[in-house]
């Protein structure tokens, strides 16, 4: 299958950007499309990380505020994963550890890569690394609720993270019930429960 870019124009450019993409594409007959345009946003390359330790399991969530998500069932302050853009000059695992000590405080014992996958293709050209993070959560001091004590992210990104330890089982109820609904946190979630149920982890 082939497509043809005839041209691409830069609407905005700003913290993001946005493209208006002018292209054809060949259907799966094989004719080719009329020229069509697109408007698509240009976020760049993340990276998602989910932190767990297998002999206690638990995991490491984190909570932040997100403005796309003032719709949200419970409000934008959302469950998530450690993550983070891909600078210029960096790994998908660079970003992984970098990442994890920022917005968790976390110091990663082994990396594992799961999948990279595309947000929203047909909108957006951001695509996510997703991995999971082995860490010991017994040097992780909580209180009762697994609340990990202080303040973490940067400060000249207003970031205003929470951490929080979790048990892997309240972590997959949390994303049943409708409680943790950003796409990394489910994908990664029921990723590491079918590692487990396959008996890899």
């Known amino acids: 299958m082939r497509f043809d870019l005839l041209a691409n124009e830069t609407l905005y450019r700003g913290f993001f950007s946005l493209q208006r993409y002018r292209l054809r ?20 390359h993340a990276v998602a990380v989910l932190p767990y330790d ?14 796309g998500a003032l719709d949200a069932p419970a409000g934008p302050w959302l469950a998530e994963i450690v993550a983070g853009m891909i600078e210029p000059g960096e790994s998908a695992e660079d970003v992984a550890r970098r990442e994890s000590d920022e917005e968790a405080g976390l110091a990663i014992d082994e990396l594992y890569p799961l999948t990279r996958y595309w947000v ?31 303040r973490f992210g940067l400060d000249h990104e207003h970031e205003d993270i929470r951490v929080r330890v979790v048990p892997i089982e309240q972590a997959l109820a949390d ?18 429960d079918r590692l487990r149920l396959q008996g890899k982890l």
């Open 25 to 44: 594409f060949e259907y799966f007959d094989g004719s080719w499309s009329e020229p069509i345009e697109r408007e698509i946003f240009e976020r760049g």
């Open 54 to 67: 297998p002999e206690r399991g638990e995991v490491v969530l984190i909570e932040q505020f997100r403005p």
């Open 120 to 150: 929203s293709p047909g909108g957006s050209t951001e695509s996510i690394y997703l991995f999971l993070a082995r860490v010991n959560t017994g040097q992780i001091d909580r209180d009762g609720d697994g609340l990990v004590d202080g």
């Open 175 to 192: 994303v049943e019930g409708g409680r943790i609904v950003a796409a990394a946190p489910v994908i990664a979630l029921l990723w590491l």
